[in-house]
């Protein structure tokens, strides 16, 4: 129940990465070996971009990678970003002035234009689709209508949305949007950015000059076609995905009558739910949903390690105390619904455990 | 019967060795997990994976595990190694001294920090393509952060005098920098003995996967960076972003086994390299093999044949898989500005392949290789007037070309 760090591989992206990993040559190379990598990347590239209704791309090293390339390539402008951003909007840009949200998690778009009024001059707005940790679902396309008519770039970190919201770069209206391949099923260590056909990005990583001079580094042609075979599967299986997975949200949400349910009266996504239980601390509840084997998180994986009180919760207005005892539950393609039901065992009996609570 | 063009082309990629393959798969699709997660028993098997390739990793250059950080490659490696030193140092140090034949991702990140306004001095290199080490120490001074010098070219696979030029550095304070992305189980490298600072390694030039890479950053005495991607903190606050375990899996496999195999390895590919070049002489006249002989890799030929056009050769050995220099670069038809770099001349630096034999290389496919060759360049010079006038005498250089 931990997807949001990352979902298993699909047997599709496996097959596709298996075949081409016994490929040889440099898709860089102009003789059949590079020739024909290259015409295999190429094919990938444009499922992608034909699937998200995009007509350019530059792939990354992942989702990481494609936001830092994207805060840093438009240069020196002013930056805003949503304060729930993913950490790496957040590092990339701290300099960055913060939009605050609501206690359910979403920006308000009225605040959000009164902030960029305040600006002498246009910059780049960074707002992400989908939250990591709420699942709660961002405006992003007023917001993008607002911030061009003030002539701001738009950016959005779509890693979470992919598969779960249908989602069209054309129609959202954003100058740049990131993708991650491992959080739609694809093997990880491959991303991509998507741009309008007029944004040029200075590069983060300069050399050979492969992808448009924006991104060099010879390109990984099995973790490309695996990411284009996910993408392709989890976009083709989205409405049956939704559906089924909205069933489980549902169905914790009625079973957990105790349970706080952040973001819960704001439209989200079905796939995350962040769960807080009263005065019981996340780190107990990991461990006793551990010994139960059930895999849970504590916020972002990248910063699970640590512990720290989530940032999310913290702009959503919540105190450090109760954000301590708050968890991430994240299905996926794979998750079934004994596995929901278990979760829903499990989550009562630590409940209901009084040593537990003296314990914490 | 070969069925399939010969792969010769080894340092612009190596095939991913099924035995890596192999070690890798299961990583793709059982043991599934963020490495990252700390919370849960899926995190922590894909953790302790990627933590024995990491030393996997740091024992084939003699280092410690905690002084490994993956990457997405070795593009990515120099970029960090460059602008993360000459930025977290900046306010004290602002010159950088590297080496005018360097992979292009190494000049380019050097051209990006001239533009924030760093000092780079780009030294030359001698005739055979190594550079003089007392042009290196003139050319260093109390503002000097850093110097970054390959450790074997990537288009002629000369090695560098890296513990030379480590000492060098250390009696001054100042960090080295090695791409190794051509030397990694193909050279021994020891960190310790080379006083090398900071050393790039790339997945797919040691048979390992694409988008994978490493950085070594020193310990001790401490190397700083200055991230170039941020989020997360992952590696050490160095390299955000979610490794991939089975790519991680792959570089560490892929190290150990070149090392297990470095020795034998290495006299395999001087048997082929002298078999092969040994023809190429006993029946062509005016070959020219750029860069060192000696001081080389055993897996790199770099060749001119003088008055036949390289990209023509090309054409014409379609069943070789070879190139007229690096990968990055090969679809334009500019002369290799590093064959430039040593002084060969642009007509002769036209004429020339990139031949490289590895891991995979037969003992028929190199004799294939060498009559293939050998006869295009004979049909091809059998056509040239410019071959024809040479043979009768004429110097070509003093011609005077009429203007068209």
């Known amino acids: 129940m931990d997807y949001n760090a990352s979902v298993p591989l699909r047997l599709c992206a496996q097959n596709a990465l298996i075949e081409t990993l016994h490929q040889v040559g440099n898709a860089s190379s102009v003789h059949y070996a590079g020739r024909k990598l290259r015409s295999l990347i190429d094919g990938a590239r444009h499922s992608i971009l034909q699937r998200v209704g995009a007509k350019r791309l530059i792939f990354t090293s992942g989702g990481t990678e494609a936001n830092a390339l994207a805060l840093s390539g438009f240069g020196p402008v002013p930056l805003l970003v949503s304060a729930i951003e993913h950490d790496s909007v957040l590092k990339s840009a701290p300099n960055a002035h913060h939009i605050p949200v609501t206690s359910e998690g979403k920006i308000d778009l009225e605040i959000l234009d009164k902030i960029l009024s305040s600006f002498d001059k246009p910059g780049l707005l960074s707002l992400m689709f989908v939250n990591n940790e709420t699942g709660v679902i961002q405006p992003l396309q007023e917001a993008t209508r607002l911030a061009h008519l003030k002539g701001w770039k738009v950016h959005t970190d779509a890693s979470q949305a992919l598969g779960h919201i249908p989602l069209s770069f054309e129609t959202l209206g954003v100058d740049v949007m990131t993708l991650s391949s491992h959080k739609c099923g694809g093997p990880s260590g491959v991303g991509a950015l998507l741009l309008k056909e007029d944004v040029h990005l200075k590069p983060l990583i300069p050399g050979g000059g492969q992808e448009y001079g924006m991104r060099s580094g010879t390109l990984s042609a099995p973790l490309i076609l695996g990411f284009a075979a996910a993408l392709a599967e989890a976009l083709y299986e989205e409405p049956t995905a939704v559906e089924r997975l909205s069933s489980f949200q549902q169905k914790i949400e009625e079973a957990l009558s105790e349970a706080i349910v952040y973001g819960k009266k704001d439209a989200r996504v079905a796939h995350v739910l962040c769960l807080g239980m009263r005065s019981i601390s996340a780190e107990l509840q990991l461990m006793a949903f551990d010994l139960k084997g059930i895999a849970v998180s504590s916020g972002a994986a990248c910063s699970s390690g640590k512990m720290k009180n989530s940032h999310v919760l913290a702009a959503m207005g919540v105190s450090p105390e109760e954000s301590a005892c708050a968890i991430r539950v994240s299905m996926g393609w794979k998750t079934r619904e004994d596995e929901v039901d278990t979760f829903i065992q499990a989550w009562k009996n630590i409940y209901a455990q009084p040593m537990v609570k003296e314990a914490s | ?404």
């Open chain 2, 1 to 404: 019967m070969v069925t399939r063009p010969i792969y010769l082309d080894y340092q612009s990629t190596t095939p991913c060795d099924p035995r890596v393959l192999e070690i890798m798969l299961p990583y793709f699709t059982e043991e599934f997990g963020n490495p990252h997660s700390r919370s849960h028993a899926y995190g922590w098997q894909a953790e302790e994976a990627v933590e024995t390739a990491r030393a996997q990793v740091a024992k084939i250059i003699h280092a410690d595990p905690r002084e490994v950080i993956f990457t997405s490659g070795a593009t990515e490696s120099n970029n960090l190694a460059l602008k993360g030193v000459a930025q977290f140092y900046k306010a004290q140090k602002d010159h950088i001294v590297t080496c005018v034949t360097e992979h292009k991702c190494v000049l380019d990140s050097c051209r990006h920090l001239e533009q924030a306004g760093f000092k780079i001095t780009y030294l030359p290199v001698q005739p055979n393509g190594i550079i003089d080490l007392n042009r290196l120490k003139d050319a260093l001074t109390d503002r000097t952060v850093l110097v970054s010098i390959m450790a074997v070219n990537n288009e002629i696979g000369v090695i560098q005098p890296l513990a030379e030029i480590g000492k060098i550095c250390r009696e001054k304070g100042i960090f080295f920098h090695t791409d190794a992305a051509q030397a990694v189980g193909k050279i021994p490298l020891d960190v310790e003995m080379m006083n090398i600072d900071l050393l790039s390694i790339s997945g797919h030039k040691l048979y390992g996967p694409k988008g994978i890479g490493a950085l070594y950053v020193r310990r001790k005495p401490r190397v700083r960076l200055t991230a170039l991607i941020t989020g997360g903190g992952q590696e050490r606050g160095m390299r955000s972003g979610t490794l991939s375990t089975p790519l991680c899996v792959g570089i560490g496999a892929a190290c150990a086994m070149a090392q297990a195999e470095m020795g034998e390895e290495h006299a395999r590919l001087c048997a082929l390299r002298d078999r092969f070049y040994n023809t190429i002489l006993s029946e062509l006249e005016e070959v020219y093999l750029n860069g060192d002989f000696e001081q080389r890799i055993p897996g790199n030929l770099n060749i001119s044949f003088a008055h036949v056009e390289g990209e023509g050769l090309m054409m014409g050995v379609k069943e070789l898989a070879v190139s007229s220099g690096s990968a990055c670069t090969s679809a334009s038809l500019e002369p290799s500005y590093v064959l430039r770099a040593l002084g060969v001349e642009e007509e002769m630096a036209h004429t020339s392949l990139r031949i490289g034999f590895g891991r995979f290389t037969t003992e028929a496919e190199v004799d294939m290789a060498a009559e293939k060759i050998i006869r295009e360049v004979h049909r091809l010079r059998e056509m040239s007037p410019l071959w024809e006038m040479s043979r009768a005498g004429i110097n070509l250089k003093s011609i005077q070309w009429a203007a068209h």
